[in-house]
């Protein structure tokens, strides 16, 4: 069973600091990483993908791969009350297409 | 790129009814393309692969007869709900992907409502 791990929250932040979310997965084999937003009645919207370990910055997000420790997170810089909303991380387990596995999300709520 | 777009973006219908949705992928070619249905508060649950050419991947729990998928050309899938009942009710989501390590682009979904 292949699985992806989120913790549901919610993660409430200040406006202003830095938001970490994390995401772990069962298959070693898998071969690349995906962060998905997912405000309230909408649907999901690509914000960063990855796929070598380290990390990957892209604005005010970075995205931190670690294959040997099956993690896989997202910060976010400066947090606004407009990323509030649910963040889904999604794993590609294998290079066919047809294995692309979901976590539960991690709902992020940021306090002005 | 990888823009997906489906239509409708929400319907209401009759319980009895078929509702079909429409998912185009509007700026490449997608060979397969892919269902979800999410509940309020709850995750995305995938229903099925459409592939095209050939007959969809149903996953386990999701009734062929009752969700039919057709997928015809490299651009459009349909999802047609039959007999729609009003716990078919629900946030139904299209996806694809420009090859099989590329991330998948999603549809603005559809908000079906069976009275």
């Known amino acids: 069973q292949k699985e992806v791990e989120q913790n549901s929250g919610p993660l409430s932040v200040p406006e202003g600091a830095i938001a970490s979310l994390n995401c772990t997965y069962s298959d070693r084999g898998s071969q690349s990483f995906f962060w998905y937003r997912q405000y309230s009645g909408k649907s999901p919207e690509l914000i960063m993908f990855?796929?070598?370990?380290g990390d990957k910055e892209d604005g005010r997000f970075t995205a931190q791969l670690n294959k040997a420790s099956q993690y896989v997170s997202l910060l976010i810089r400066d947090s606004q009350p407009s990323d509030s909303a649910t963040y889904l991380c999604?794993?590609?387990?294998?290079?066919?297409?047809?294995?692309?596995?979901f976590g539960p999300g991690t709902r992020l709520s940021v306090l002005p | 790129g990888a823009v997906v777009s489906q239509h409708p973006s929400r319907v209401i219908c009759k319980s009895g009814t078929s509702v079909k949705i429409e998912c185009r992928s509007l700026?490449?070619?997608?060979?397969?393309m892919f269902w979800y249905r999410q509940f309020p508060k709850q995750s995305l649950m995938l229903m099925a692969t459409s592939n095209e050419g050939s007959k969809a991947t149903y996953e386990q729990g999701v009734e062929k007869d009752k969700f039919l998928i057709n997928h015809a050309s490299l651009t459009l899938s349909t999802l047609t709900v039959t007999s729609a009942h009003p716990e078919d009710s629900s946030f139904y989501i299209c996806?694809?992907?420009?090859?099989?390590?590329?991330?998948?682009?999603f549809g603005n979904g559809t908000r079906l409502t069976v009275t």
């Open positions: 700026d490449f070619q997608a060979t397969t």
């Open positions: 996806s694809a992907r420009l090859d099989s390590n590329s991330p998948l682009h």
């Open positions: 990855i796929y070598s370990n």
């Open positions: 999604a794993v590609n387990v294998d290079n066919y297409g047809q294995n692309f596995v």
